[in-house]
């Protein structure tokens, strides 16, 4: 499983591209996620070609707030993407706080709000279990989440997380 942000599709159709021509049908299952608030590449798989998304766009994940597909990724998205879906800007702040405490004796990671969009579609996945089941994951499955972002905007970090980037473990 491969868990990506969307914003316009750049990204996402870049990750999805290289492992669909490198595995072919034996590629992983790829879930795209992207801002309950800022959907274009959602609302596009859900109408079968490139929409427009309606709205302010405002979210706290700014740099994946996006209305309108890059239509060059989306031709590969369309094919290649499994799963699109939307979270919460809550799910995202949660992921930034969990990933700057560490886990189990992990290291912290400073990791920004678009940045951990990936793990916020992951853990919303993982707590419910049609999605889960949907999905297929199990405790057998390996995942791979994308984290394209450190703290780009170190002033709302710290707000959230409530420590600077510095503080939680090596800036940005």
Known sequence: HI???GG???LAAAVCGHVWQVLGDERPHTSIVEPETAACLY???V?????LFPGDLETVMACLAAGEVNVPAWRILDRAANTFMTVPDEAAVAGMCLLAEGIDGDAPVVAGESGVAALAGLLATCADDSARTSLGLTDDSRVLVIGSEGA????LYQRI???SPD???GGS
């Open 43 to 45: 609302v596009s798989a």
């Open 152 to 155: 780009t905007d170190p002033v």
């Open 167 to 169: 503080e939680v473990g």
């Open 47 to 51: 109408n079968g070609k490139p929409t």
């Open 161 to 163: 997380v409530g420590r």
């Open 3 to 5: 868990f990506v942000q």
């Open 8 to 10: 316009v599709g750049g």
